[in-house]
């Protein structure tokens, strides 16, 4: 539900940077017609400053590692059917440090991406 909201954001915001910067991956990104490209700049948002696309694609990355773990790990307590209060606890917790990562990683803020 809210990382892979988080995800889907984190993407938006790649192809708006894109847009931003003209930094397209491939060849065939920069015969868009102009219509649709500005169509997706207002959709978007895609006008002001843009964001590191490397701290966008570090987030993916990121999150690609270490939250297969804690699908796998809620996947495990969900089948026990033995899910405590303390369990809810823990996984908000992990959800709300995933973001605060998120969040301080694309800023670059420090030390708040580390303790998350």
């Given at each position: 539900g809210l990382l892979g909201l988080k995800m889907c954001v984190t993407h938006l915001l790649t192809v708006r940077t894109r847009l931003i910067t003209s930094s397209y991956k491939v060849g065939e990104d920069?015969?868009?017609?102009?219509?649709?490209?500005?169509?997706?700049?207002?959709?978007?948002?895609?006008?002001?400053?843009?964001?590191?696309?490397?701290?966008?694609?570090?987030?993916?990355?990121?999150?690609?590692?270490?939250?297969?773990?804690?699908?796998?790990?809620?996947?495990?307590?969900?089948?026990?059917?033995?899910?405590?209060?303390?369990?809810?606890?823990?996984?908000w917790a992990f959800v709300i440090a995933r973001y605060i990562q998120a969040f301080s990683y694309i800023l670059g803020v420090q030390p708040y991406r580390a303790f998350s």
């Open positions: 920069t015969t868009m017609h102009p219509l649709i490209g500005t169509m997706f700049k207002v959709t978007l948002g895609a006008y002001g400053p843009p964001i590191d696309i490397g701290r966008l694609h570090g987030v993916v990355s990121n999150s690609l590692e270490n939250e297969s773990i804690f699908f796998a790990i809620y996947l495990m307590i969900g089948l026990t059917k033995n899910t405590t209060e303390q369990h809810i606890k823990l996984i």
